[in-house]
Every structure is written in C-alpha cells, then in structure tokens.
C-alpha cells in the first residue's frame, strides 16, 4: 500500500490519512511529491497528474485500486481494516464522527483559508488580528470547540470519541492551526490538543516536517521567505 503525500510542513490533507495509518500501525510506503508550485508545469503537476486525476494529494494506491480525496481513503481503510476500529464502533457515535468530519471535509472555509498550515513556524499576530477582525474565522472556531467539548464530554477515553479515530485524524490540522496562530481556546480544549500532539503519529508527523526547510510560496499567507 503507497500512500502519496506533499509536503509535511503545509499538507493538510495529507496528514489526516497519513496520521490514521500511523496511528493504526498499518504498514505503508509514503511517497513524498514535493510541493514547488501548482501550475500545470510544476514539477508536483507532473508527477501527481500520472497518479490522479485531480492533480492532488493524498492518494492511496493499494494494488490496483487507486482512491484520491481524504474521504474516500479513509472510507475505503475502515473497510479494508474492519477488524482496527478506525471510525467507532458504536452506530450513534459513529455518526456523530462522520458528521463532524464532513463538517470540515466540506466547510470551516474561512479557519481554512485565512489559517494555512505551517507547522514549523507561528504566527500570533496574524491569529490575533484574525480573531479580532474576522467574524468568519471567529465563528469557525467557536464552532470547533464546541463540537470538541460536546464530543469530549461523552467521550470515554481521551479523544473525540474514545480511543482514537478518523474523527481525531480529520481534525489535527485544526490541532497545528491553533499552534501556529495561537488561537484561543479553552483549557480542555487545549488539553485535548496536547494529547494529540503526544500521540506518536503526531510527533513523527511534526519532526518530519520540522526537518523538511523547504519554503514554498504559494502556501505562504504570511511570510516571504523562510525565516
Ligand atoms: N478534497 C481533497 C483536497 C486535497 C487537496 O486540496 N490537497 C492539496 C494539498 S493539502 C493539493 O494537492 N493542492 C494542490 C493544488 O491545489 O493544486 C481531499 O480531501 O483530499
């Protein structure tokens, strides 16, 4: 099983299935298509459109099935993997998980787009700037943590739903975001955060990346050159 990723430092969407695997021990070869641009004659173009039609990352290649988009990835890992609890077990909590990760899949635009991800580096003006000036960035987050507090306090364990699930996967980019702009939140949330970050797949994940020195601007908002 091949799992095509970009870079660790900005790849948002890489990390979730990326994590998952890890996390799960499910063993895979990672294939890095290096970010330089998105042009069509970039070099990830040209790479990444031999693999996908999409001309994005992740893509899982498993024999000779070949499954682009976090969703259907991780879909198609809770069925090749029924025995590993990937989504919860149980049909209720289930559905909850599914639910809050299509809300991200499909929304939260605007923590998003105003918030890339930058592992290595922070900005806590920028964040604090956002939350004073930007409402949409504001209610993006509100809705973050109360979906986390409401999923944590039924929770039996310490992640969203218990142990841990795609659910969690689907929100460490959220994890660094809140790092990197030093938003503000709560202390269990906070809390929450930390333990994602102690989970082993998170701290291979974020070392990866802090070694990668690689500054590609089109995923910078922010900063011109590497600091
Ligand atoms: N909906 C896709 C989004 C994938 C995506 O946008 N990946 C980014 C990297 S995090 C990418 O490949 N960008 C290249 C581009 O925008 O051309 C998914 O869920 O996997």
Redesign the pocket.
């Known amino acids: 099983m091949q799992l095509y990723i ?1 870079n660790k430092n ?5 990390m979730r299935p990326w994590l998952l695997l890890k996390q799960f021990e499910i063993p895979f070869e990672e294939i890095m298509v290096r970010f330089d641009a ?1 042009t069509p004659e970039s070099q990830f ?1 040209q790479r990444i459109n031999k693999i996908t039609p999409t ?4 893509v899982l290649v498993h024999d000779e099935l070949v499954v ?4 259907a990835i991780v879909e198609t890992l809770a069925e090749l993997f029924p025995q590993l609890a990937l989504w919860p077990r149980n049909i209720a909590a289930r559905a909850r998980a599914r639910s809050i990760c299509a809300e991200i ?1 499909s929304g939260f635009t605007a923590l998003r787009n105003h918030c890339p991800v930058n592992i290595e580096t922070t900005f806590p003006e920028v964040g604090a700037r956002l939350m004073q000036e930007n409402s949409d960035v504001q209610t993006d987050l509100k809705r973050i943590i109360s979906m986390w507090q409401s999923a944590l306090s039924q929770s039996k364990g310490p992640f969203l739903f218990g142990d841990y699930s795609i659910a969690d996967a689907f929100y460490a980019p959220v994890v660094t975001r809140i790092r990197t702009y030093v938003l503000p939140v709560p202390e269990d949330v906070a809390a929450y955060c930390q333990r994602i970050f102690d989970t082993n797949s998170m701290r291979t994940w974020v070392r990866d990346a802090l070694e990668e020195k690689q500054y590609v601007a089109e995923d910078e908002l922010y900063r011109s050159k590497r600091d």
């Open positions: 970009g900005y790849s948002s969407w890489s998105f173009k001309g994005r990352v992740p682009w988009d976090t969703f899949h």
